[in-house]
């Protein structure tokens, strides 16, 4: 290793201690931090990003809890962030749902979103979603599977750890889900391990995948994959990136 690779190996590394000590801080405090440039700084926060070892926001920076994989915000906080593009996004997905298909919805808030959106009518809707359950339930014709489980009230989310045994008897004909981000290698990722799972289950076994993402996810990780944009069918997103 090179004198200007171990330079930057112990930088990121003290970059790393400044934001577990800090928990998050910005890209100028980091830079008077470590008395470089900001333009350095965001190069290091881009390759540990890339890393899975940070996770960037608004000018801002904290490191990923590896241990507990569990970053996210609250369901409730997410609802109120970037809600008119999320939507507009959930709006534009309603054209890809037909009378009589079996859907999956994840517990994102662009997913609640589509719900409040969708007709009364002959569908199938499979989710793991609380608050999308007590959308749902008062509709009268549309047919609504919970994934059931144990709740987690953070993310309003259930986990059923029987989740695979439970899906083999249904034909899904299209997942919709959106994510934490997707990294510069297409890596998708999520805030916690209790969604990643879900969706990386529902990823592989529908017939079709749509993906619902605002521009503010693109170039984020998150602290657990899911999968990769490979296996995504379809994306519909406010970005030109998509």
Known sequence: MTEEEQ????????????????????????????????????????????????LRNHGRAR???????????PFH?????????????????????????VIA???????????RQLPDCNL????????ICQELGKREHLQLSSSGGTLERKYGCYVNRSLISQIKS??????????????SNGALWDSNIYNAEFKSILLRRAAQ?????DKSKFNRS??????????????ISDSKLA
């Open 124 to 131: 199938h809707v499979f989710t793991n979603s609380h608050p």
């Open 170 to 183: 249904l034909d899904i004909d299209l997942f919709i889900f959106s994510c934490e981000g997707i990294d």
């Open 7 to 54: 330079m930057k190996a112990a930088r990121q590394q003290t970059i790393i201690d400044l934001l577990r000590h800090h928990q998050s801080l910005t890209t100028e405090a980091l830079s008077v931090q470590l008395n470089v440039s900001k333009e350095t700084i965001r190069r290091d926060l881009s390759a540990l990003q890339v890393q899975g070892k940070v």
């Open 222 to 235: 998150g602290e657990a994959q899911i999968g990769h944009l490979d296996g995504v069918t379809h994306i």
């Open 63 to 73: 490191t990923l809890h590896r241990e507990n994989q569990d970053s996210g915000d």
């Open 209 to 213: 995948s749509l993906l619902l993402i």
């Open 105 to 115: 919805l994840d517990a994102s808030s662009t997913c609640w979103y589509l719900a």
């Open 77 to 101: 906080i997410r609802l109120k962030s970037h809600y008119a593009h999320k939507a507009d996004i959930a709006r534009k997905a309603l054209g890809w749902i037909e009378e009589g298909m």
